[in-house]
């Protein structure tokens, strides 16, 4: 079932139990009202006969027999019994029960006297009682009239119900009938009012089948309407798009720079095995090579399998940053680790000039993760200048800043832009060894103990790294 049709069914639902409700309220308060007034009526006659039989007052012994009293008990020349309704009967009994007039004498007019009301008149009480007279539904009240005293005469009035009856079956009748047609005309309103308001969502579904089967994340819902509910998830559908657009279109990148990593790392494993693979060729040649070029080969061979453990060591460091592997987070006082870094850098160049200049700051991070990144900025440092290399350490905030700035002749600007991707080395250092994957660690590095890493460079004046991490406060 869909949900237009069930929000029909709820409106329509809804509606037909307000109507129930209101129609049987208003059929109560309708038969309650006329059922009083009917009471009202003929509590007025009653009173309307009493005074007549209070002016007559015959003797009840004297009372005549039923098949002779129309002749001789006739009060319709009483002025008080002919304004009364003709639709009434009225009755007057003795005491004990017995007929003694009918005002306008008619022969008819036989509604008997129940037992329980005649014990009730008798004992100074009145009555109201339905019963079936000439196929007509009676309301009959009956009371006793008291003089002096004592129960002298008792008083009927009973009036049909056909009327009040007709009109309350036809009051039934009308209002479900107009509830029928109501509750039809409802539904059709409802299911075009249902089929508008559901039309956004209608649309929010073409579009997400639309995304589904073309991946096209571009798109996005229109939709013109009030800020209300379905305006509010249209807006959030929309949102939901554009993370969607930017998560596919980040995997779509990384899957690109993971078959460019692929195809980086084969290359740069392909030389090195090429070389080994020739070398062991050259060794099994019969005759054998001469004893020096053998040992030529051998030490070829072993700087190509150095080599190719310094690019595994490098990807596996670069594999655990990307892994999302955590490094330690603890004070680490920098002074220490920049004086150890600067020796070993010397100790590779001791004709190159490093100075340092660094304030005692603590930072909080991995030790053994900032001595890896200062070295490469050292090596990178000494590789592309001839000069001398200043490194500096200051407070900056609530960071520390390290910087290595050597005095070469700079970074080409399309190069700096590419400077921390992997495998990409420019066109100055092409006939430098190294795999282009200094920097990237590096970066990762840095990034992993929640810091930032930039390179600066002017033509002609050098470059300059900068590392900013976040200082310990104990």
């Known amino acids: 079932m869909s949900i237009r049709l069930r929000f029909t069914l709820l409106y329509n639902a809804i509606l037909a139990l307000t109507l129930a409700v209101f129609g049987l309220s208003l059929y109560g308060v309708q038969a309650s009202t006329t059922y009083h007034a009917l009471k009202r009526d003929l509590e007025r006659s009653s009173e309307r006969l009493e005074e007549t039989v209070l002016r007559v007052d015959p003797d009840p012994s004297m009372a005549p027999p039923l098949d002779e009293y129309p002749q001789k008990m006739d009060y319709t020349g009483e002025q008080a019994f002919r304004d009364l309704p003709e639709r009434e009967i009225l009755r007057v009994f003795d005491a004990n029960g017995a007929l003694v007039a009918s005002p306008f004498a008619r022969t008819g007019d036989s509604i008997p006297l129940s037992q329980a009301g005649l014990q009730a008149a008798q004992s100074g009480q009145t009555t109201w009682e339905t019963g079936e007279y000439q196929e007509q539904t009676m309301l009959i009240y009956t009371r006793p009239l008291v003089i002096n005293g004592e129960v002298r005469y008792i008083l009927q009035a009973a009036r049909p119900m056909t009327e009040r009856n007709r009109s309350l079956g036809f009051l039934t009748t009308a209002f479900t009938a107009a509830s029928l047609l109501t509750i039809l005309v409802a539904f059709g309103i409802g299911w075009v009012l249902s089929g508008i308001t559901l039309q956004p969502i209608h649309r929010l579904t073409k579009t997400a089948q639309t995304i589904g089967e073309e991946r096209d994340f571009t798109r996005r819902v229109t939709y013109s309407g009030p800020q209300d509910e379905v305006g509010q998830l249209a807006t959030t559908f929309n949102a939901m798009l554009s993370r969607l657009q930017d998560a596919y279109q980040q995997v779509a990148h990384s899957l690109e720079m993971q078959r460019d990593f692929v195809a980086d790392v084969s290359h740069e494993l392909r030389t090195p095995l090429t070389t080994l ?119 900056n905030g609530s960071q520390a800043e390290i910087r290595v700035q050597d005095f070469g002749p700079g970074i080409l600007p399309e190069t700096l832009e590419h400077i921390f991707d992997r495998f990409y080395r420019g066109e100055d250092s092409l006939t430098m060894p190294g795999f282009g994957l200094g920097l990237p660690i590096a970066k990762a590095l840095v990034e992993g103990m929640g810091g930032a890493i930039s390179m600066e460079s002017e033509m002609g004046k050098g470059s300059t790294l900068t590392l900013s991490i976040l200082r310990s406060q104990s």
């Not at 080599?307 to 955590?326: F, Q």
């Open 277 to 395: 693979r020739g070398n062991l060729s050259l060794l099994r040649r019969q005759p054998p090579i001469p004893t020096e070029e053998r040992e030529d080969i051998l030490s070829d061979m072993t700087e190509e399998s150095d080599r190719l453990i310094r690019l595994v060591n490098d990807l596996l460091v670069l594999a655990r940053a990307d892994a999302g592997r955590s490094l330690s987070s603890e004070p680490v006082e920098i002074l220490p680790v920049l004086e150890e870094t600067c020796r070993q850098a010397r100790a590779l160049d001791p004709a190159r000039d490093i100075r340092l200049e660094a304030e005692a700051l603590t930072i909080q991070g991995d030790r053994d993760a900032l001595k890896q990144i200062l070295l490469i900025g050292l090596d990178n440092a000494l590789k592309h200048s001839s000069g001398p290399v200043q490194v500096t350490a200051r407070r």
